[in-house]
């Protein structure tokens, strides 16, 4: 990678992650996931598109209390009533119900640093980049 493109990557592993999602009642939200290399108290966040109703979902704490340690992206799925983190702590694709409840790991053991996620609900794929590329 030249060093020129650092700074995006850094700015993109900064921002960790942001979903845009449609509400029953027509009003939209922002999933979003804050993310520190200390790998504590990393979250995933719900909020209104005005800027009101910040909700906490999830919180990845990292070591051993619910196994995530650092969300570094999140994909959504309506269909299923599910989100879906890349875990570049434990190197780990989780599953966690929309409302942050019902943790379970997908897939464990990913390696170079997973750090995006893409979603076919219909196809019922998942696709992930890391930093060596696409896995």
């Known amino acids: 990678m030249a060093s020129k493109d650092r700074p995006l990557l850094a700015l993109a592993i900064a921002l960790?992650?942001?979903?845009?999602a449609p509400l029953a009642n027509a009003q939209s939200?922002?999933?979003?996931?804050t993310s520190s290399s200390s790998q504590t108290s990393n979250t995933v966040q719900r909020?209104?598109?005005?800027?009101?109703?910040?909700?906490?979902?999830?919180?990845?704490?990292?070591?051993?209390?619910?196994?995530?340690?650092r969300c570094t992206?999140?994909?959504?799925?309506?269909?299923?009533g599910k989100m879906f983190l890349l875990?570049?702590?434990?190197?780990?694709?989780?599953?966690?119900?929309?409302?942050?409840?019902?943790?379970?790991?997908?897939?464990?053991?990913?390696?170079?640093?997973?750090?995006?996620i893409g979603l076919d609900v219909f196809s019922q794929k998942i696709y992930g980049t890391d930093s060596s590329g696409i896995t």
């Open 16 to 20: 960790a992650c942001l979903a845009a």
């Open 29 to 33: 939200s922002l999933f979003y996931g």
């Open 47 to 69: 909020i209104n598109s005005n800027g009101t109703g910040n909700t906490l979902l999830f919180t990845a704490p990292g070591g051993v209390t619910n196994g995530v340690g």
């Open 73 to 80: 992206a999140v994909a959504l799925d309506f269909w299923n």
């Open 87 to 116: 875990d570049a702590g434990s190197n780990a694709l989780w599953s966690v119900n929309l409302d942050g409840s019902g943790l379970a790991l997908v897939r464990n053991h990913l390696t170079n640093a997973p750090l995006g």
